[in-house]
């Protein structure tokens, strides 16, 4: 099959003759799969025992054939030789860690990541014996300056969240095989249609399906996609700890994936239209967009993307409460902690991360930050609504 990403999205990991004809893939639903007789049981394992991998549906809780469909997409739209399917992004995430490390391991993180991913290793990891060092991503030479005889694994976010910093993947994978270190990148604010990590000799590739794969604001997934040798053991132990994602979400993804490069296109297209306007506004002070000259990590971005998505971040002239009355003026976002749908979200990090100023300065987040995560709506319109709740919210000052 073609190579195109529109083309893998609607296609990629589906029979073509589907069960009674049907277009879609049906939502299988069964927590258990049955045998014809004992022979086939003993064909069954003697096959699984062989390291074949997948073998066939056995338990709702190890593979469902709906859910393997959309593992399959994945791991097409990716260039991956397989996927597995979680109940979220952060079961991905934490399954993932847990199935690769070990008491006495070693683990390096980019410390501009997703504050839970953050909070995982930092609080959790510890207790059993694994330790775990941040590094900032604007001093290059402290990542391999980080690197230990016991360390076995390298993790980070491009585009990260919520400053869109984008990681020089090339720069770390030559790190990691020098020093023989996994590396695993939570790529969920690119998509595969912007970046494909693995193409950079990245390892493993981790998304919180919830967002641009699902793309409609009515699922909770995530996926890890990588080589089937690292993730035999992180299939595995999803079956221990149960954080398998179900036929239905398993099914609203596959119909999400459908329209990704479509829906992605559009919101690369108004993301850059937004990130220029702001850009040029007087009560704005700065501007995240990768797309724009003035981003830290605008080179690497324009070597890397394909496109630099649909998340703007911003700073506004002005303190919390400011900020909040700017986004309480804006008529076409919803107010929510979340991005990548058809529909335009917009958050204050600041408010939904903690009511202690504290913590807010602690994890580096402004209170006159504003994430906005832009939809498939026309630009035109999103500017306009931008230009007039800022107009409103700076009346007579």
Same mark, same amino acid.
């Given at each position: 099959?073609?190579?195109?990403?529109?083309?893998?999205?609607?296609?990629?990991?589906?029979?073509?003759?589907?069960?009674?004809?049907?277009?879609?893939?049906?939502?299988?639903?069964?927590?258990?799969?049955?045998?014809?007789?004992?022979?086939?049981?003993?064909?069954?394992?003697?096959?699984?025992?062989?390291?074949?991998?997948?073998?066939?549906?056995?338990?709702?809780?190890?593979?469902? =054939?709906?859910?393997?469909?959309?593992?399959?997409?994945?791991?097409?739209?990716?260039?991956?030789?397989?996927?597995?399917?979680?109940?979220?992004?952060?079961?991905?995430?934490?399954?993932?860690?847990?199935?690769?490390?070990?008491?006495?391991?070693?683990?390096?993180?980019?410390?501009?990541?997703?504050?839970?991913?953050?909070?995982?290793?930092?609080?959790?990891?510890?207790?059993?014996?694994?330790?775990?060092?941040?590094?900032?991503?604007?001093?290059?030479?402290?990542?391999?300056?980080?690197?230990?005889?016991?360390?076995?694994?390298?993790?980070?976010?491009?585009?990260?969240?919520?400053?869109?910093?984008?990681?020089?993947?090339?720069?770390?994978?030559?790190? @990691?095989?020098?020093?023989?270190?996994?590396?695993?990148?939570?790529?969920?604010?690119?998509?595969?249609?912007?970046?494909?990590?693995?193409?950079?000799?990245?390892?493993?590739?981790?998304?919180?399906?919830?967002?641009?794969?699902?793309?409609?604001?009515?699922?909770?997934?995530?996926?890890?996609?990588?080589?089937?040798?690292?993730?035999?053991?992180?299939?595995?132990?999803?079956?221990?700890?149960?954080?398998?994602?179900?036929?239905?979400?398993?099914?609203?993804?596959?119909?999400?994936?459908?329209?990704?490069?479509?829906?992605?296109?559009?919101?690369?297209?108004?993301?850059?239209?937004?990130?220029?306007?702001?850009?040029?506004? =007087?009560?704005?002070?700065?501007?995240?967009?990768?797309?724009?000259?003035?981003?830290?990590?605008?080179?690497?971005?324009?070597?890397?993307?394909?496109?630099?998505?649909?998340?703007?971040?911003?700073?506004?002239?002005?303190?919390?409460?400011?900020?909040?009355?700017?986004?309480?003026?804006?008529?076409?976002?919803?107010?929510?902690?979340?991005?990548?749908?058809?529909?335009?979200?917009?958050?204050?990090?600041? @408010?939904?991360?903690?009511?202690?100023?504290?913590?807010?300065?602690? @994890?580096?987040?402004?209170?006159?930050?504003?994430?906005?995560?832009?939809?498939?709506?026309?630009?035109?319109?999103?500017?306009?609504?931008?230009?007039?709740?800022?107009?409103?919210?700076?009346?007579?000052?």
């Amino acid at each position: 099959m073609t190579s195109r990403i529109s083309t893998l999205a609607v296609h990629a990991g589906e029979e073509k003759r589907k069960p009674y004809g049907a277009v879609t893939t049906p939502i299988v639903r069964t927590s258990t799969f049955t045998f014809a007789d004992s022979a086939e049981i003993m064909a069954f394992m003697r096959l699984k025992a062989s390291g074949a991998w997948p073998v066939r549906d056995e338990y709702g809780r190890y593979s469902n =054939p709906t859910q393997s469909a959309a593992e399959r997409k994945l791991a097409a739209l990716e260039g991956g030789q397989a996927a597995l399917l979680f109940s979220s992004g952060m079961g991905a995430i934490t399954c993932t860690l847990l199935a690769l490390l070990s008491s006495g391991d070693h683990v390096i993180f980019v410390k501009d990541c997703y504050h839970r991913s953050r909070e995982f290793m930092t609080k959790c990891l510890p207790r059993w014996g694994i330790e775990c060092t941040p590094v900032l991503l604007d001093e290059p030479a402290a990542l391999e300056a980080a690197v230990r005889p016991n360390t076995r694994l390298i993790l980070t976010e491009t585009p990260t969240n919520p400053y869109l910093r984008v990681v020089d993947l090339g720069r770390i994978s030559k790190i @990691a095989s020098k020093h023989r270190v996994i590396t695993m990148v939570d790529s969920t604010m690119a998509s595969p249609v912007n970046l494909k990590p693995l193409e950079y000799g990245i390892d493993l590739v981790i998304h919180s399906a919830t967002k641009y794969l699902g793309g409609h604001n009515d699922l909770l997934a995530g996926a890890v996609i990588g080589p089937r040798s690292l993730l035999q053991g992180v299939e595995h132990m999803r079956g221990l700890l149960g954080g398998m994602s179900n036929p239905n979400e398993a099914y609203l993804l596959l119909r999400g994936l459908k329209t990704l490069a479509l829906r992605v296109q559009r919101q690369n297209e108004n993301g850059l239209m937004v990130a220029q306007f702001l850009e040029g506004h =007087p009560r704005v002070l700065r501007v995240y967009y990768p797309g724009l000259a003035s981003h830290p990590d605008h080179e690497v971005a324009a070597r890397q993307m394909a496109g630099f998505g649909g998340v703007v971040t911003f700073e506004l002239q002005g303190d919390l409460d400011m900020t909040g009355q700017f986004i309480d003026e804006l008529r076409i976002p919803y107010i929510g902690p979340t991005f990548g749908g058809v529909e335009s979200i917009v958050e204050q990090p600041a @408010a939904l991360l903690s009511l202690d100023p504290r913590e807010r300065e602690a @994890a580096g987040i402004k209170d006159n930050l504003v994430r906005y995560a832009l939809g498939v709506e026309d630009a035109e319109d999103l500017i306009a609504d931008l230009d007039q709740a800022l107009a409103k919210t700076w009346q007579g000052v």
